[in-house]
């Protein structure tokens, strides 16, 4: 894969804060001699620019923590980083992610920071809140203790918080509260980067109002890029300025959010948008024919191919590339383009 | 069945070594119903002799070659282990399945009982009752009143597995076809609980086991009767170690060592192989 | 701090729940066991030496009233209640008159003392091992130290007990193998008499510490190696979060709560092993005195004994429960 340089759109490198080339994870099952692997990231290439969120949707299972959690550095056993790379710039500092671990641990936090998704169980049940501060925060900070706790507190209050959750046991906040900690706790540092996985599913629709508005106006505030994930299309719409969708492990296309959902370009991501439920509509949308794929034994050509409603013969036998798209991103479908929105 | 046991024995070390163990045991075992003379009878051989080729492990001091004391005497003890497994696993079963699938009130009244019976010491409550049984404290009153004290951990076990089941679709199917509960129980939840009640019977043997070692060892069994503790109170009665009779009482420990590891071990990598979460732990990395 | 009284008082029920239930059982073995203590009693004595009948049947009297062996079976239970909660469990047979509670008051210390320290190192080396074991899963050294402690984890009290025994009494005789402390020493505050125990527990310790130690490892390991792959904890290790901090704050201090349940359900067991190691060892505490009352007959020592440690434990179990809150803030809050 030596082109994978070519797909870039027009945008100068020094904008690029993270480049994701060919990379390959898998899920890989090694018990009583049968060997089996889940391929949840299989070849991805993307950027993330400078003060952008970028959004990664996709169907339940389709990847999008495996991925996120890949380029995070994440990755735990039975996972496996099979192949490709994941570069971070922050100002003159570029760390080869799976190359440079030391590197990437100091960069945690102070430039980088990362809010789980189930961040409901991502705080250590036995410790005070003011400890995770204290454990995530204080080292990067370069202030004394009493300066530190200003600056959390007042943090905190800033996105709505009583500075008092401090002295509580993660146990003793609502649901919404926690949620709110974790991203006061993600972005107290103010890093350049923030990866954000599902930080609103598990929440009430006003919560999560609140906690997106939140997210936004950190990220406009300090200027950092943002990679946000969820399944939820209209969450996209109202946050994200471009989109990656994510198929079977792979991307099926990618580009800025408004023009995606006013022309999309590959089948299924019209199919996400158009499943997207609209005032006045009173219409039943009518959902896939047949499975998503199994990871384990993906489809071959197209992944999308047995459910794509405009299939071809060729879509069976060939893997269509990712390749610039009409609307300023990029694609991979070979009818590309080929899809009305009704 | 036979093709997870082949998987076990291919890729899991513990699990062959713990197997070899276990058959050794079992040959010795066999070996036992041919003995060429009565296990009870004294002074059959030349005592004091050390191992050697005609006596591989040696007599003792009572007249009595180790070889064919300890097939007899871990026959016995295996026995003993193996009855007291079973009655519990039984009570365990029942009282697990059932308390499970009622769940609510009752299962907590249940699992009330259950731990507070757990949290009794046992061992000075087999003692006093030795004490007060005496001649009449034989091996099979023993082995029942260990198996009704020995059930409770494994229950509970099997409990926290059958309330899980008792939500699933195939239990309301079940009950919804008018099946009766004891045969959605046995039919439906039974298998269910199968590996675990097999990892738990390794360890209620170790424990079983034990318990009459240690109570042979005190001289609170029939001590004529050859077992594996009992070959361990002889030793220490005619101070075998001060004799310099030291095979007397190496034979029986090293016999139950082997006997312990091969059990643990199978207990250990038929866990494992249950267990998921385990599993990963041991691909490592 | 309500959540916490709510737990001690739950806690507590268990405790006199527990309580009851022994003490019942206690009462029960004794009471429908086909041996009469009294008649056995009196055999015991009369086997001395010819006694003219009548001052036979007046100790028969005596003896019932001791006993409590007379009227009907629920005043026997009751008054069986009466002496357990004045701890009055009659003289001891063997030791005639000394009462059965002033002997269990001289050996208590010796098993507790016996007890409390070899469970603590046992529970503290086992799971530090374990949790630096679980946690680095590659180390070498922590593969070796696996490896002899899964060796170590099957073999019982009695074959450890002796094998010490064997080594320290008759290949390399440097410790003490008999007894509590050296014998002509009076005992007391003296630095002598505190060596001569420390020497004459060392033994009989290291057999209940290396009997403990496996079941610790094996299970803080397993703890460990699950709880790396918890949220929290990969969250500290994504956060840039100092290895040292997150083992100890994060991976150990969440794995150390079911551990301490752990200890208090295992005390059973623990009293258990104690009754072996004390006979081995010759250890002049409570276990030992319970094997030196069954072979001796003395029924009121025997039922005084089992009676008091199914008490003990079950108090002992209590204590270590109620302080779980103190480490697991869900439950001092609510
Ligand atoms: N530990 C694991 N072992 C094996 N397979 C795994 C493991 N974790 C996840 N997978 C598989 O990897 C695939 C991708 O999972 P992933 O969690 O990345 O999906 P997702 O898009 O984030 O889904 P969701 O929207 O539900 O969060 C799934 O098929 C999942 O079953
Ligand atoms: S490549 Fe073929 S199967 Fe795949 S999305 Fe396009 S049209 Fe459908
Ligand atoms: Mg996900």
Not at chain 1, 30 to 51: H, K, P, Q
Not at chain 1, 325 to 330: E, F, K
Not at chain 2, 25 to 42: G, H, K, R
């Given at each position: 894969?030596?082109?994978?340089?070519?797909?870039?759109?027009?945008?100068?490198?020094?904008?690029?804060?993270?480049?994701?080339?060919?990379?390959?994870?898998?899920?890989?099952?090694?018990?009583?001699?049968?060997?089996?692997?889940?391929?949840?990231?299989?070849?991805?290439?993307?950027?993330?620019?400078?003060?952008?969120?970028?959004?990664?949707?996709?169907?339940?299972?389709?990847?999008?923590?495996?991925?996120?959690?890949?380029?995070?550095?994440?990755?735990?056993?039975?996972?496996?980083?099979?192949?490709?790379?994941?570069?971070?710039?922050?100002?003159?500092?570029?760390?080869?992610?799976?190359?440079?671990?030391?590197?990437?641990?100091?960069?945690?936090?102070?430039?980088?920071?990362?809010?789980?998704?189930?961040?409901?169980?991502?705080?250590?049940?036995?410790?005070?809140?003011?400890?995770?501060?204290?454990?995530?925060?204080?080292?990067?900070?370069?202030?004394?203790?009493?300066?530190?706790?200003?600056?959390?507190?007042?943090?905190?209050?800033?996105?709505?918080?009583?500075?008092?959750?401090?002295?509580?046991?993660?146990?003793?906040?609502?649901?919404?509260?926690?949620?709110?900690?974790?991203?006061?706790?993600?972005?107290?540092?103010?890093?350049?980067?923030?990866?954000?996985d599902e930080p609103t599913t598990a929440l009430d629709v006003l919560v999560q109002q609140d906690v997106l508005g939140l997210l936004k106006e950190v990220q406009a505030r300090l200027g950092s890029?943002?990679?946000?994930?969820?399944?939820?299309?209209?969450?996209?719409?109202?946050?994200?300025?471009?989109?990656?969708?994510?198929?079977?492990?792979?991307?099926?296309?990618?580009?800025?959010?408004?023009?995606?959902?006013?022309?999309?370009?590959?089948?299924?991501?019209?199919?996400?948008?158009?499943?997207?439920?609209?005032?006045?509509?009173?219409?039943?949308?009518?959902?896939?024919?047949?499975?998503?794929?199994?990871?384990?034994?993906?489809?071959?050509?197209?992944?999308?191919?047995?459910?794509?409603?405009?299939?071809?013969?060729?879509?069976?036998?060939?893997?269509?590339?990712?390749?610039?798209?009409?609307?300023?991103?990029?694609?991979?479908?070979?009818?590309?383009?080929?899809?009305?929105?009704? | 069945?036979?093709?997870?046991?082949?998987?076990?024995?291919?890729?899991?070390?513990?699990?062959?070594?713990?197997?070899?163990?276990?058959?050794?045991?079992?040959?010795?075992?066999?070996?036992?119903?041919?003995?060429?003379?009565?296990?009870?009878?004294?002074?059959?051989?030349?005592?004091?002799?050390?191992?050697?080729?005609?006596?591989?492990?040696?007599?003792?001091?009572?007249?009595?070659?180790?070889?064919?004391?300890?097939?007899?005497?871990?026959?016995?003890?295996?026995?003993?282990?193996?009855?007291?497994?079973?009655?519990?696993?039984?009570?365990?079963?029942?009282?697990?399945?059932?308390?499970?699938?009622?769940?609510?009130?009752?299962?907590?009244?249940?699992?009330?009982?259950?731990?507070?019976?757990?949290?009794?010491?046992?061992?000075?409550?087999?003692?006093?009752?030795?004490?007060?049984?005496?001649?009449?404290?034989?091996?099979?009153?023993?082995?029942?009143?260990?198996?009704?004290?020995?059930?409770?951990?494994?229950?509970?076990?099997?409990?926290?597995?059958?309330?899980?089941?008792?939500?699933?679709?195939?239990?309301?199917?079940?009950?919804?076809?008018?099946?009766?509960?004891?045969?959605?129980?046995?039919?439906?939840?039974?298998?269910?609980?199968?590996?675990?009640?097999?990892?738990?019977?390794?360890?209620?043997?170790?424990?079983?086991?034990?318990?009459?070692?240690?109570?042979?060892?005190?001289?609170?069994?029939?001590?004529?009767?050859?077992?594996?503790?009992?070959?361990?109170?002889?030793?220490?009665?005619?101070?075998?170690?001060?004799?310099?009779?030291?095979?007397?009482?190496?034979?029986?420990?090293?016999?139950?060592?082997?006997?312990?590891?091969?059990?643990?071990?199978?207990?250990?990598?038929?866990?494992?192989?249950?267990?998921?979460?385990?599993?990963?732990?041991?691909?490592?990395? | 701090?309500?959540?916490?009284?709510?737990?001690?008082?739950?806690?507590?029920?268990?405790?006199?729940?527990?309580?009851?239930?022994?003490?019942?059982?206690?009462?029960?073995?004794?009471?429908?066991?086909?041996?009469?203590?009294?008649?056995?009693?009196?055999?015991?004595?009369?086997?001395?030496?010819?006694?003219?009948?009548?001052?036979?049947?007046?100790?028969?009297?005596?003896?019932?009233?001791?006993?409590?062996?007379?009227?009907?079976?629920?005043?026997?239970?009751?008054?069986?209640?009466?002496?357990?909660?004045?701890?009055?469990?009659?003289?001891?047979?063997?030791?005639?008159?000394?009462?059965?509670?002033?002997?269990?008051?001289?050996?208590?210390?010796?098993?507790?003392?016996?007890?409390?320290?070899?469970?603590?190192?046992?529970?503290?080396?086992?799971?530090?091992?374990?949790?630096?074991?679980?946690?680095?899963?590659?180390?070498?050294?922590?593969?070796?130290?696996?490896?002899?402690?899964?060796?170590?984890?099957?073999?019982?009290?009695?074959?450890?007990?002796?094998?010490?025994?064997?080594?320290?009494?008759?290949?390399?005789?440097?410790?003490?193998?008999?007894?509590?402390?050296?014998?002509?020493?009076?005992?007391?505050?003296?630095?002598?008499?505190?060596?001569?125990?420390?020497?004459?527990?060392?033994?009989?310790?290291?057999?209940?510490?290396?009997?403990?130690?496996?079941?610790?490892?094996?299970?803080?390991?397993?703890?460990?190696?699950?709880?790396?792959?918890?949220?929290?904890?990969?969250?500290?290790?994504?956060?840039?979060?100092?290895?040292?901090?997150?083992?100890?704050?994060?991976?150990?201090?969440?794995?150390?709560?079911?551990?301490?349940?752990?200890?208090?359900?295992?005390?059973?067991?623990?009293?258990?092993?104690?009754?072996?190691?004390?006979?081995?060892?010759?250890?002049?505490?409570?276990?030992?005195?319970?094997?030196?009352?069954?072979?001796?007959?003395?029924?009121?020592?025997?039922?005084?004994?089992?009676?008091?440690?199914?008490?003990?434990?079950?108090?002992?179990?209590?204590?270590?429960?109620?302080?779980?809150?103190?480490?697991?803030?869900?439950?001092?809050?609510?």
């Open positions: 894969m030596t082109e994978v340089l070519d797909f870039k759109p027009a945008v100068t490198q020094a904008q690029d804060v993270l480049t994701i080339r060919d990379l390959k994870a898998y899920y890989v099952n090694d018990m009583f001699g049968v060997r089996r692997e889940v391929r949840a990231v299989d070849g991805i290439s993307l950027t993330v620019r400078r003060n952008e969120v970028y959004g990664i949707a996709g169907e339940s299972s389709s990847g999008k923590t495996s991925l996120i959690k890949t380029l995070a550095g994440a990755i735990r056993p039975p996972m496996r980083v099979v192949d490709g790379s994941v570069n971070f710039s922050f100002g003159d500092t570029h760390i080869d992610v799976y190359a440079e671990p030391e590197k990437m641990k100091a960069a945690r936090w102070q430039n980088l920071s990362y809010i789980m998704q189930g961040s409901m169980s991502v705080l250590n049940p036995v410790r005070r809140i003011k400890h995770a501060f204290n454990d995530f925060a204080f080292r990067h900070m370069g202030l004394d203790r009493r300066a530190f706790r200003q600056r959390v507190e007042s943090h905190l209050q800033k996105l709505g918080l009583d500075p008092n959750v401090l002295e509580a046991f993660p146990h003793q906040l609502s649901g919404g509260m926690r949620q709110r900690v974790t991203i006061a706790l993600a972005t107290v540092c103010e890093p350049e980067f923030i990866i954000a890029s943002v990679v946000f994930v969820t399944h939820d299309m209209s969450v996209h719409a109202a946050i994200t300025d471009r989109l990656a969708i994510m198929y079977a492990g792979r991307l099926a296309e990618e580009g800025p959010t408004q023009a995606m959902f006013d022309n999309p370009q590959h089948p299924y991501t019209a199919h996400l948008i158009a499943s997207l439920p609209r005032i006045g509509d009173v219409s039943t949308r009518k959902s896939l024919a047949g499975k998503p794929p199994s990871l384990a034994n993906p489809p071959s050509g197209c992944r999308f191919h047995p459910r794509c409603p405009i299939a071809i013969d060729r879509c069976s036998k060939e893997v269509p590339e990712m390749l610039p798209s009409a609307i300023g991103g990029r694609v991979a479908c070979f009818r590309a383009g080929e899809v009305a929105v009704k | 069945m036979f093709k997870v046991l082949r998987d076990l024995l291919r890729y899991n070390r513990e699990f062959l070594f713990g197997s070899l163990l276990i058959a050794i045991i079992l040959a010795v075992v066999v070996a036992s119903y041919f003995a060429p003379y009565d296990e009870m009878m004294t002074y059959a051989v030349i005592p004091d002799m050390p191992p050697g080729s005609e006596y591989w492990l040696g007599t003792n001091s009572r007249g009595q070659d180790m070889f064919w004391q300890l097939a007899a005497s871990m026959r016995n003890t295996l026995i003993f282990g193996i009855v007291v497994a079973l009655i519990s696993r039984v009570i365990a079963i029942a009282v697990g399945l059932i308390s499970g699938y009622v769940g609510g009130k009752t299962d907590q009244a249940i699992m009330a009982f259950n731990d507070t019976l757990g949290a009794l010491p046992n061992i000075p409550i087999l003692l006093l009752l030795v004490f007060v049984l005496r001649d009449q404290m034989t091996w099979p009153v023993l082995a029942l009143t260990a198996a009704l004290l020995g059930w409770t951990h494994d229950s509970r076990l099997i409990r926290s597995v059958a309330l899980s089941l008792r939500t699933r679709e195939f239990t309301r199917h079940a009950a919804f076809s008018g099946m009766r509960t004891t045969q959605i129980l046995l039919r439906e939840h039974l298998p269910y609980v199968m590996p675990i009640v097999f990892f738990t019977t390794m360890n209620n043997l170790i424990w079983a086991i034990g318990l009459e070692v240690t109570l042979s060892i005190l001289g609170f069994s029939d001590i004529n009767r050859p077992t594996i503790g009992g070959m361990i109170y002889w030793a220490n009665a005619h101070s075998a170690m001060v004799a310099g009779i030291w095979w007397w009482i190496a034979v029986p420990m090293v016999a139950v060592v082997m006997l312990f590891i091969g059990l643990f071990l199978l207990a250990m990598s038929v866990n494992e192989y249950i267990d998921p979460r385990s599993r990963l732990a041991r691909m490592g990395a | 701090m309500n959540g916490f009284l709510i737990y001690v008082a739950k806690r507590f029920g268990q405790l006199v729940f527990v309580v009851v239930t022994g003490v019942t059982l206690a009462f029960l073995i004794a009471h429908f066991s086909p041996v009469d203590p009294v008649e056995q009693t009196l055999s015991l004595v009369t086997s001395f030496g010819a006694t003219d009948p009548r001052s036979v049947e007046i100790l028969r009297q005596s003896l019932r009233e001791l006993y409590g062996t007379e009227g009907s079976l629920i005043e026997q239970y009751f008054l069986f209640w009466g002496r357990v909660l004045r701890g009055d469990f009659g003289p001891s047979l063997s030791a005639f008159p000394t009462p059965v509670m002033t002997i269990i008051g001289r050996a208590l210390p010796w098993t507790i003392g016996l007890l409390t320290l070899a469970t603590l190192i046992a529970w503290v080396v086992g799971n530090t091992l374990g949790a630096i074991a679980g946690y680095f899963r590659n180390s070498r050294a922590m593969k070796v130290v696996g490896l002899f402690v899964m060796a170590l984890q099957p073999i019982p009290t009695y074959i450890s007990g002796l094998t010490l025994l064997i080594i320290f009494g008759f290949l390399w005789p440097v410790l003490p193998i008999s007894g509590g402390a050296q014998l002509n020493l009076e005992p007391g505050m003296t630095w002598a008499y505190i060596s001569s125990v420390i020497q004459y527990g060392t033994l009989p310790a290291l057999t209940l510490v290396l009997v403990g130690i496996g079941g610790w490892f094996i299970s803080m390991r397993s703890l460990v190696s699950n709880i790396v792959t918890d949220d929290h904890v990969v969250y500290a290790e994504l956060g840039g979060v100092p290895s040292r901090t997150v083992f100890s704050q994060y991976v150990a201090r969440n794995a150390m709560l079911p551990q301490v349940t752990g200890l208090a359900l295992s005390l059973g067991n623990v009293f258990g092993g104690a009754v072996i190691v004390e006979f081995i060892f010759n250890y002049p505490g409570i276990g030992k005195l319970m094997v030196a009352g069954i072979y001796a007959g003395d029924y009121s020592l025997v039922l005084g004994v089992t009676t008091f440690s199914v008490i003990a434990v079950a108090v002992a179990v209590f204590l270590i429960d109620i302080t779980y809150p103190l480490i697991d803030p869900r439950v001092k809050l609510g």
